[in-house]
């Protein structure tokens, strides 16, 4: 499975977009980019994923550049709730999804 | 629709004992993973089950074994269980074509 490189930490300030990097430099063809959040001591919640195309659906969008090297989380209206450990993960043909240490976003009033 | 069920909620067990950990998948999903974490750290992959059968199985010792029922729900079992063994323990499941799905784990204490 290709692998992820993302930030340790990020702010947001309360009612601003969060934008959440990811690079995955080395994924292939057929391998598609997942989105999950955890909140403190809680399972992961899904978030979003794609292929190639932009998706969009009630909880974020998934900017995925057209190389597919790199994409971009984007919460459009951050609030409190929000705070979580994101993750972004590449899953391959295997189906397995493997989580590194994701991005801490702490979203503030 | 009933989201991924896992039971017991809370588990606590002596040094030695065996502890059985149980998952109920999405209707519908047939594979189940199975992931550890322990306090302050990142998920760690266990095991995967598909239609019955084990498909993957993350770095871990023998004592951590599992199964999948007719029904595609499982079972984890670990055996000997050590005090390192402490964590949250979660299910997943899916269906091939689209993202995995979170039970809210079973905390595994082991004294």
């Known amino acids: 499975d290709a692998k992820t490189t993302q930030p340790t930490s990020m702010d947001c300030a309360e009612g601003r977009a969060a934008n959440l990097p990811c690079n995955h430099s080395?994924?292939?063809?057929?391998?598609?980019v997942y989105w999950y959040r955890q909140i403190h001591s809680q399972g992961p919640q899904y978030i979003i994923h794609?292929?190639?195309n932009n998706e969009t659906n009630e909880m974020a969008s998934l900017i995925i550049t057209e190389d597919r090297k790199s994409s971009t989380l984007i919460l459009p209206h951050a609030t409190l709730r929000d705070t979580a450990v994101y993750y972004c993960?590449?899953?391959?043909?295997?189906?397995?999804?493997?989580f590194g240490k994701g991005t801490l976003l702490t979203v503030n009033p | 629709e009933a989201g991924v069920t896992q039971s017991p909620t809370h588990l606590i067990k002596t040094r030695g004992q065996q502890a059985t950990l149980r998952c109920s998948p999405i209707?519908?999903?047939?594979?189940v993973y199975w992931y550890q974490q322990a306090l302050g750290l990142g998920l760690q992959f266990l095991l995967w089950?598909?239609?019955?059968?084990?498909?993957n199985r993350g770095n871990f010792p023998p004592r951590f074994s599992g199964r999948q029922f007719p029904n595609y729900s499982s079972e984890l079992n670990v055996n000997a269980l050590e005090l390192e063994d402490s964590a949250l323990y979660l299910c997943?499941?899916?269906?091939?074509?689209?993202?995995?799905?979170f039970g809210q784990g079973t905390r595994l204490t082991v004294v």
């Open positions: 794609g292929l190639k």
């Open positions: 993960i590449v899953r391959g043909s295997n189906y397995k999804l493997t």
């Open positions: 089950y598909d239609e019955g059968e084990e498909r």
């Open positions: 209707s519908g999903h047939t594979s």
């Open positions: 080395t994924i292939s063809g057929n391998e598609y």
């Open positions: 997943a499941s899916s269906s091939r074509d689209r993202g995995a799905f």
